[in-house]
């Protein structure tokens, strides 16, 4: 079995994916889309998806991936801790960096942080760990990373500073996504995407069908929906015991709603 992460070895995905899955053979992917991709074409058995983190919240692409992919399902969870840190080069002092690199959503993590250094440029890059090795690699003593404290360790940096997250309570949950028909763990969990008439009332009336059922809505989550502009895809997660309810409640909203996965 192979488990797909988007990143570079040491990101916080393949942590994650070895806390789920165990000692398992793991390949990382440069972006989001390419993971999805790969899973589609049954390139890798499994792969592990960020969806939403406690302090950034949901993670949109990864919504919009799985309603264009329909042969992909979301199988299980995994929730899973994150501690950021600054990484340098080694003998790299926090006084001295003026460039920071990291994924966009772990730069969000570390607002207050980065807000307290002043005169630095912030630069989104692809992943955590590969911001990580560029800095090692390109040995500047002006730049610095945030990352998996491990990832200092693995390519040879200093941690310059630890736990600079805004909130010590940081976490990332994973969707374990994989082909149509894979097994699935029975968490009792379903997502559903749905698309709702553009009219009063038609979203009160979905959350009153979920209601009624005394469905427990654990999250919902927006999207635009392709080709018509400001029209919207809704994601809503509930706590569906069987699979066979979940289907019947995506018959019951309508043509317009999707079962993306139930685990």
Known sequence: MIVGFQGEPGAFSEEAA????????TRGY?????????????????GLLPCENSIHG???????????????????????RIEQALIGVPGARLEDIRRVESHPVALEQCRRFLAGMSGVEIAP?????????AIVERGDPGCAAIGPAACARRYGGTVVADAIQDEAE????????????????RLGRAVLAFVLAHEPGSLYRALGFFAERNLNLRSLVARPLPGRPFEYVFYAELECPEPADAERIAQAIGAAARLLGWY
């Open 18 to 25: 070895g806390a789920l899955f165990g000692a398992v053979q």
């Open 30 to 46: 440069p972006t989001f889309d390419a993971l999805v991709e790969a899973v589609d074409r049954g390139d890798i058995s499994l």
């Open 58 to 80: 949901a993670v949109a692409r990864s919504y919009d991936l799985l309603y264009g992919h329909p042969r992909v399902r979301i199988v299980d969870e995994t929730v899973h």
């Open 125 to 133: 890059v692809a992943d955590t760990a590969g911001a990580v090795r």
């Open 170 to 185: 940081n976490f990332t949950r994973f969707f374990a996504i994989a082909r149509d028909g894979a097994p699935r763990r």
